[in-house]
């Protein structure tokens, strides 16, 4: 059986060389993986993954670039991450994490060097940078989110202006009329993200369109402050007769603060929200809310890269999620 060192020899390199041509830890010459490639198939290296993937150029590794973003809220971040990781497992993939803020960096990084087969995009901008990095890479990428001005790469995500005006009309046709909207933090919105903006303007303007009074709070980036921020927004608009929230965190916080103030749901105050229905039973969140459906957009996504590799040549897919709505009695009548 031939060893590293077998295809060292025959490839005229060192054995660190072949290690990190195996590895992909270091970018190596195209001339010099050729060598090493044929090497391998001569002599029937196949000792592990990584000799296989450099004889088939495969490394069954897909980058997920998720750059941290210390506003968000982060367990309904790695949820995404964890599902990435599960639905990838089940296609034959391992899964890069790559979590520089900017991403093209990483992007860079790992496709130069090819350690991976495609890449993955989080957290993506109404103009996001990342998508040049991908395309300049000639590898495979999909988008957990949309971008304003993306028509090369394959997207999908949660149709997010149409989940703010479902909330919105939720609450229209039960007859209220002062609303107070808490949003995500600004940090999260001076980041330019995608879904962020698509939720918020789509709340205000279908509550222009209904004729709702709207007040609208940004939460707090610092979790020692969320409390602090829902109670000023109650004491500054006492007659509101609503809370619409998308902010995950300010959700988990609220049951605490009306417990409090001795404030009932709904009979006092309704409330909607925007959470996943396995997020919310972690949580014991008893609030109506629209459904995400994690699971179905990061599933197809995975699924798109996986085919993208295969056939790179398909059409572009874009696709955005119709919103549910889960109703919990949160909210009634006025």
């Not at 610092?222 to 902010?247: C, E, I, Q, Y």
Request: charged share 20%; glycine share 6%.
């Amino acid at each position: 059986m031939a060893t590293i060192g077998d295809v060292a020899k025959y490839a005229g390199v060192s054995r660190s060389t072949v290690s990190h041509a195996l590895s992909g830890k270091r970018p190596i010459s195209l001339e010099t993986r050729q060598r090493i490639s044929e090497a391998i198939v001569a002599l029937q290296y196949t000792a592990n993954a990584g000799a296989k993937a450099l004889a088939t150029s495969k490394t069954s590794t897909l980058g997920l670039i998720v750059p941290y973003t210390p506003a968000e809220f982060a367990p309904a971040r790695m949820q995404y991450v964890m599902i990435v990781s599960e639905t990838a497992r089940e296609l034959g993939f391992d899964v890069l994490m790559v979590t520089d803020f900017d991403g093209r960096a990483g992007i860079k990084r790992v496709t130069d060097s090819s350690r991976v087969d495609g890449v993955i995009l989080l957290n993506v901008t109404r103009h996001d940078e990342r998508i040049g990095s991908v395309l300049a890479a000639a590898k495979p990428g999909v988008l957990i989110g949309l971008a304003d001005d993306n028509a090369a790469l394959d997207s999908v995500d949660l149709d997010f202006a149409a989940a703010g005006r479902s909330m919105v009309r939720h609450l229209a046709e039960r007859g209220h009329r002062r609303v107070i909207f808490v949003t995500l933090p600004t940090e999260m919105f001076l980041q330019d993200l995608g879904y962020v903006w698509r939720l918020h303007e789509s709340v205000i303007d279908e509550a222009q369109t209904a004729g709702l009074a709207l007040t609208v709070v940004h939460d707090a980036a610092d979790p020692k402050d969320r409390m602090r921020v829902l109670a000023g927004a109650l004491d500054a608009t006492p007659d509101a007769t609503a809370l619409l929230v998308h902010s995950v965190g300010a959700l988990i916080d609220l049951p605490v603060l009306l417990s409090q103030r001795r404030i009932s749901v709904p009979r006092d105050l309704s409330v909607v929200g925007l959470f996943g229905d396995e997020f919310g039973a972690m949580f014991a969140l008893p609030y109506t809310a629209v459904e995400p459906s994690p699971e179905v957009v990061v599933s197809r996504a995975v699924h798109l890269v996986a085919e993208r590799i295969e056939d790179p040549s398909r059409p572009v897919v874009q696709e955005l999620l119709a919103p549910l709505m889960v109703d919990r009695g949160s909210t009634r009548e006025v």
